[in-house]
C-alpha cells in the first residue's frame, strides 16, 4: 500500500497545546505513514544566532544548551509521566546537547564557523524534535520508528547550507528503508552529502525534505499541516474575507510560493509534479476525526471563475538596474554579471530586460554586495548601476491569466486609481504569473485595491 508522507512544521511544535494537537492528527490518519518534522518553534533561529554569539563569549554556549534542555524538559513532562521513560529520553536528549556544545565550542576555539560545521549544528533542532516526537508516541501505545536522513541514505548534491536532493541515488535506499507497514518518523531540513556529510537544504527546508522522501517513496500524498485556511486568495493579515482556494496546479502553488504564500516552502512542488504526487494542505487548529485538506495541489487544477486565484506579495525583493542607451545591442553583459552573481552565490530571481536597462530581481539581503561586485565588472554599455531597495513584489496568481484579455487591464487601472506607481512589470514569462514592483509603502493599498477589484 502506497504511504502518506506528512509533515508538520515548527509553529506547531510550540507548546503543548500543539503536541496534542499533532498527536492527535496522527491518530485520526490510523495508517502507517512517513512523518517529517522540523525543529520546535524558533530554535533554528536560536542555533543560528549561536553561531555568531558563541564566538566572542564562550559563556553563552551552555546557557544556550541549558535554556534548549529546559525546552525540552517541559514537553517531555507534559506527555511521559513514566520516570524510568522520562529519564532515558531526557538523557538522550543531554547527551545530544553535549554533542552540541562540542561544536560550539570547536567554532569558539577556531574562531569560526567552517560551512560543514554550521550545517550539523543547525541539524540539532530536528533531531531533538524528531526524537522527542518519537519518543511521546511510542510511550502512547504507538508503534513508530525514528530514521534519521544519514540512515536511510537521503543523499544530497553536498551543496552546504542550501543543498538539494538526488533522487537517483537516495530512491531505493529510503524506500526500501521506509517500506514497514509502520509510522517512521524523519527529521525533516537535512540531507547528507555522497560523503555522509550532513548538508542542509536550506532555511525552511523541511518541507522539501517532505516532498524529497514522498517523491522516493512515490507516496500517495504529501499531506502539510498548517494553523492556516490552506491558500487563501490573499493575506489575511490584510484581507479580513479572504476566499479559501480549494484547487490549485502545481505551478500555481509554485508562483505563489516564490512570492510570498507562506503556505508552502516554494521547493516543495519541484520533486513531486514530475510523479503527480498531490499536495494536500490541511489545518491543525480544525480537526476532528476526518481528515479534508483546505487545498489540493495537483496537475489537474483548475481555471477559476475569477481567473485570478490569489493576490501575493514578498517584501523580499529589490532591484539592480544596470541603465545605458546600449545595453540592448551590447552582447555579453548579462553573461558577465550573471557568472559573477554564480561565482559570488547570489541568486538571481528574475531578470527583466529593456533596450536600456537591465533589472535583477535580487534577495534584499544580496543588493549591496551584487552592487559592489557589478560596478568593478568594468561593463561598457553600462553608464549608471542603480540599486533600488524599499520596494515589494505584488504577484497575481491563477491558471489562464496569460490568456485573459481583461487582467492586465483591471489591474494597472486599480493601480492608477489609487495613485500607485508601478516601477517595473513583468506578465507573460510565466503562463500564470504577472507581478510587478511597487514602492513598500503602497503594499497594503495595492494588495486591498485588487482583492476588491477581482473577488469582492
Ligand atoms: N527548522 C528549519 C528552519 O527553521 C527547517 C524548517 O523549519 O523547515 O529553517
Ligand atoms: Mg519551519
Not at 346 to 366: C, E, G, P, R, Y
Request: glycine share 6%; hydrophobic share 40%.
Amino acid at each position: 500500500m502506497k504511504k502518506i508522507v506528512v509533515k508538520f512544521g515548527g509553529s506547531n511544535l510550540k507548546d503543548k497545546d500543539g503536541m496534542e494537537k499533532i498527536l492527535q492528527t496522527i491518530k485520526n490518519y490510523n495508517q502507517p505513514l512517513v512523518i517529517v518534522v522540523s525543529a520546535f518553534y524558533g530554535i533554528t533561529n536560536l542555533l543560528s544566532d549561536a553561531l555568531t554569539t558563541v564566538l566572542d563569549d564562550e559563556k553563552k554556549i551552555l546557557k544556550l544548551t541549558k535554556s534548549i534542555m529546559k525546552l525540552k524538559q517541559d514537553v517531555i513532562n507534559d506527555f511521559i509521566f513514566s520516570v524510568e521513560i522520562r529519564e532515558e529520553v531526557l538523557e538522550e536528549i543531554s547527551k545530544m546537547l553535549k554533542q552540541l556544545e562540542r561544536y560550539l565550542l570547536g567554532i569558539y576555539y577556531i574562531g569560526d564557523v567552517p560551512l560543514f560545521v554550521e550545517d550539523i549544528i543547525l541539524s540539532y533542532g530536528e533531531r531533538m524534535s524528531s526524537y522527542i516526537l518519537k519518543s511521546i508516541l511510542s510511550y502512547q501505545g504507538v508503534d513508530c520508528e525514528l530514521v534519521l536522513p544519514e540512515d536511510m541514505g537521503l543523499y544530497t548534491d553536498g551543496d552546504f547550507g542550501n543543498a538539494t536532493i538526488n533522487y537517483e541515488k537516495s530512491k531505493e535506499f529510503v524506500s526500501n528503508r521506509l517500506s514497514d507497514d509502520k509510522i517512521y518518523i524523519v527529521p525533516g531540513f537535512y540531507g547528507i552529502s555522497k560523503d555522509n556529510k550532513i548538508t542542509l537544504l536550506g532555511r525552511g527546508g523541511s518541507d522539501y525534505s517532505a516532498a524529497s522522501i514522498a517523491k522516493c517513496i512515490n507516496a500517495k500524498s504529501l499531506d502539510i499541516w498548517k494553523d492556516v485556511n490552506g491558500f487563501l486568495s490573499a493575506d489575511p493579515k490584510i484581507i479580513p474575507n479572504t476566499i479559501q482556494i480549494k484547487k490549485l496546479d502545481y505551478t500555481e502553488a509554485a508562483e505563489l510560493s516564490y512570492f510570498g504564500a507562506k503556505v508552502l516552502h516554494p521547493r516543495t512542488i519541484e520533486p513531486l509534479s514530475n510523479d503527480n504526487i498531490p499536495i494536500r494542505i490541511f489545518n491543525i487548529n480544525k480537526t476532528d476525526s476526518d481528515i479534508k485538506p483546505y487545498s489540493i495541489i495537483d496537475s489537474e487544477g483548475e481555471v477559476s471563475k475569477e481567473v485570478i486565484k490569489s493576490v501575493t506579495y514578498s517584501d523580499d525583493f529589490c532591484v539592480l538596474q544596470l541603465k545605458g542607451p546600449g545595453v540592448g545591442i551590447k552582447p555579453g553583459i548579462l553573461a558577465k554579471v550573471t557568472s559573477d552573481f554564480d561565482n559570488y552565490k547570489i541568486n538571481i530571481k528574475t531578470v527583466i530586460t529593456a533596450q536600456t536597462s537591465i533589472n535583477f530581481l535580487l534577495a534584499k539581503k544580496d543588493l549591496k554586495r551584487a552592487f559592489n561586485h557589478t560596478k568593478n565588472l568594468k561593463l561598457g554599455a553600462v553608464n549608471e548601476i542603480v540599486p533600488i531597495d524599499n520596494v515589494t513584489l505584488i504577484a497575481l496568481v491563477g491558471k489562464g491569466l496569460s490568456h485573459n484579455h481583461s487582467i492586465a487591464g483591471r489591474t494597472f487601472g486599480t493601480m492608477a486609481r489609487e495613485k500607485i506607481n508601478v516601477k517595473i512589470i513583468n506578465s507573460g514569462a510565466s503562463e500564470v504569473a504577472t507581478y510587478f514592483i511597487i514602492d513598500e509603502k503602497n503594499t497594503k493599498l495595492a494588495i486591498s485595491a485588487i482583492h476588491k477589484e477581482f473577488f469582492e
